[in-house]
């Protein structure tokens, strides 16, 4: 099954079927007067055909800049990306056609109605009228807008326009829905209604490619998840899998006073931790399953003279896997 790279732009073989993200080294260097930033560097990944894949990392990771790649905003500075067997440098108008996309910002056209912010971007899409008309209905039941149908943007509630920019983004059907930080900003009811939404598209078979710097939101939301960043992607795999990289499975936070690195490294003589580190003033111990007791750890802490004003467990989070490749937190 010999396909040239030229080929692979108009027909994609199986394997880029099965793909419908395709990068290959996708780099982009912004080159200012404060200097260059490398916003995203080597990054190399797919997407599969029907998954919800996340963009994990904090501000300035580089999220947006590989989702303005991918949609044709950007232009990289090196390598290529496919979507939907599309190379989106090469041919960005063909490109938008398989692209639905809902940016961090409201961009709602504020002298339309819902119903025809829907409308006038599936005319733009090369709808007809009637076909058009009739996605809008179907799209306003399904996003719970349709009672909404001729009431003024600015009338909604933030998580309503939400729900309105995800029904404009996939009127035209488009192979991969991009959502950059679909949910930042957004009340806690809001944010599941719209988690919703995404678990429901999903179902209908909708791929799907969201940024968040919320690590909920990847691990319950998403079925492969990237890690990225200053702009490097860091780690890809399933949620389960990235949490069982770290080795352990319960996470022990410690508040204490006095030579914290010193009382990490004393941690790490119990027999059944893993791993201790010191973030920003709190001390991280990884237990491993079956292994120490938080009894064992505070008395060991006692013994040696350490005074603990505050112990916390859990388990391991995405947050523990992205501490674990950086030694930062993912929130600030
Ligand atoms: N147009 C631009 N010009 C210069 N630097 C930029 C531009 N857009 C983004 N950056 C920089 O690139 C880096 C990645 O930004 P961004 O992709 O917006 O990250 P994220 O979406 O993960 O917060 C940041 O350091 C940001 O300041
Ligand atoms: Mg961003």
Redesign the pocket.
Known sequence: MAVDAQATDTHPDAEADADVIVTDDLTKI?E?RGGR?R?VEHLSLRVRRGEIFGLL?P???????TVGMLTTRVIPTRGRALVGGIDVVARPATAKQVIGVVPQTNTLDRSLDVAENLYFHGRYFGMGAREAHDRVRGLLEQFRLADRATAGVDELSGGMAQRLMVARAIMHDPDVLFLDEPTSGLDPQSRLALWDVIGELHRRGQTIVL?THYMEEADQLCERVAIIDH?RLLALDTPEALKKSIGADTEVRIHASGDLEALARELEQVPGVDSARVVDGTVYAYLRAGGATLPEIITHADRKGFALQDVGVKETTLETVFIDLTGRELRE
């Open positions: 912004f200012g930033v916003a990392g501000n300035g990771a580089g999220k947006t800049t940024t702009g």
